[in-house]
């Protein structure tokens, strides 16, 4: 069955401290693969994507995410987090439809 | 370029009643989706319309029903409300080839609907 799995549903840091969120996802299908992000309040926002090419894909706001084939793992990542990346992230993947993960939910405390 | 844009924002009914839920998408969209997002369930696909027809459906019951117009413009509907059926009604459009899928979806800001 299609589904996308992110390991961790709360995460605490600090500002300027590395960010690492996990994703893993099930699908045989040409894989193509989303961050999003929402911060509070706001709606949906795509963070980045993956569609082929170069495993490696920025986003914006200093946010890279890696597609990692052989572990069907898309994490996302940024060196240094800021206050304002307090947000809910989810992971997605395009199976005809948009499968998201449960979501993880980042606070930042200054 | 506008974005996706949703309305109402805010809808509250009382159980047994329908609604009726409206998405413009980005212009030169044609690729509509619409999600249900619950604090229970998160972000479920609902279906997919793409120049008028639906082309993808997800696993909700027949009460959840949509359609396209000839503008891409998209309009959801669910009968017989029931309580369950409180959540954030999300509408993504997203450019697209017919036979190949969409591309990526572009979110607006929701429909919050409760059920009393």
């Known amino acids: 069955a299609q589904s996308v799995s992110q390991h961790n549903h709360h995460v605490i840091l600090s500002e300027a401290a590395s960010l690492e969120l996990g994703c893993n996802y099930s699908y045989g299908g040409t894989v193509n693969l989303f961050w999003y992000v929402q911060y509070p309040g706001q709606h949906l926002q795509l963070l980045l994507k993956y569609f082929s090419g170069d495993p490696l894909v920025k986003g914006i706001k200093g946010f890279e995410a890696e597609f990692i084939k052989s572990k069907f793992s898309f994490n996302l990542r940024k060196p240094s987090v800021q206050w304002s990346d307090t947000a809910e992230y989810f992971c997605a993947v395009n199976a005809g439809k948009l499968i998201f993960g449960a979501g993880t939910r980042l606070a930042v405390h200054p | 370029k506008a974005g996706v844009t949703q309305t109402p924002r805010y809808l509250i009914k009382t159980r047994g009643q329908q609604v009726t839920l409206s998405c413009s998408p980005i212009?030169?969209?044609?690729?509509v989706s619409w999600y249900q997002q619950t604090p229970g369930q998160g972000l479920q696909f609902l279906f997919e319309y793409f120049s008028e027809t639906q082309r993808n459906k997800g696993n909700f019951p027949g009460r959840f029903s949509g359609r396209q117009f000839s503008n891409s413009r998209s309009e959801m509907n669910v009968s017989t409300l029931e309580l369950g059926d409180s959540a954030l009604y999300l509408c993504?459009?997203?450019?697209?080839?017919?036979?190949?899928?969409?591309?990526?979806?572009?979110f607006g800001p929701g429909t919050r609907l409760t059920v009393t």
């Open positions: 993504a459009s997203s450019f697209s080839f017919r036979d190949r899928g969409f591309y990526e979806q572009y």
């Open positions: 212009s030169g969209h044609r690729s």
